[in-house]
């Protein structure tokens, strides 16, 4: 079982906006603005889309933004498009021994 | 440009040890933080190690410590992992990542395009 909770899978329409959630606790998302966002393609190795809640590297499209309220990360993709449909993970620091954790993992469906 | 190439992996038996290596290229090895993140067939990924720039500072998942050795040999630009008491759970893509740190949080900027380890009989 993943420390961080996200719905197993989530669909849009092209055009449409989906958010992605990322529950935690405040011993990780809720306690630090650690958190970070991976597209990862069948096959390919994941890249990194979001990082400190809210910032995009250099090269990730303004459609994809993260914020955070309490113990909730979110991811949201705007104006869907068919190359956005892959796996989203989000990752954040934890108190616990374990250091750093993933979410489960959320598979994004573009109908 | 930044370039992670793993290596190493294969098939082993229960109980059996391996040894992976990650080739990094295309920026200052030295000056980054590097990590192993596994992903099981079929499953979501799970970091494993983390390993400071000078190696004076390693950090494990649970499921891993006392088995799992990260290294790095900043002369070579090279990232290891040492996996000794191999299990079948420990079956996984392994990838090598660049952590890079913020002034706010660290985080994978960059990854490899890993390496399969597969623990069976």
């Known amino acids: 079982q993943s420390a961080l909770t996200q719905p197993a899978s989530v669909s849009g329409s092209p055009g449409q906006s989906i958010t992605i959630s990322c529950t935690g606790t405040s011993s990780d998302v809720g306690g630090y603005n650690y958190v970070s966002w991976y597209q990862q393609h069948p096959g390919k190795a994941p890249k990194l889309m979001i990082y400190?809640?809210?910032n995009r590297p250099s090269g990730v499209s303004n459609r994809f933004s993260g914020s955070k309220s309490g113990n909730t990360a979110s991811l949201t993709i705007s104006g869907l498009q068919a190359e956005d449909e892959a796996d989203y993970y989000c990752s954040s620091y934890t108190s616990s021994s374990t250091f750093e954790v993933f979410g489960g993992g959320t598979k994004l469906t573009v109908l | 440009e930044v370039q992670l190439v793993e290596s190493g992996g294969g098939l082993v038996q229960p109980g059996g040890s391996l040894r992976l290596s990650c080739a990094a290229s295309?920026?200052?090895?030295?000056?980054?933080?590097m990590s192993w993140v596994r992903q099981a067939p079929g499953k979501g990924l799970e970091w494993v190690a983390n390993?400071?720039?000078?190696?004076?500072?390693?950090y494990y998942v649970d499921s891993v410590k006392g088995r799992f050795t990260i290294s790095r040999d900043n002369a070579k630009n090279s990232l290891y992992l040492q996996m000794n008491s191999l299990r079948a759970e420990d079956t996984a893509v392994y990838y090598c990542a660049r952590r890079r740190c913020s002034s706010t949080s660290c985080f994978y900027d960059y990854w490899g395009q890993g390496t399969l380890v597969t623990v069976s009989s």
């Open positions: 390993i400071k720039q000078d190696g004076s500072e390693k």
């Open positions: 400190d809640v809210s």
């Open positions: 295309g920026f200052t090895f030295s000056s980054y933080w």
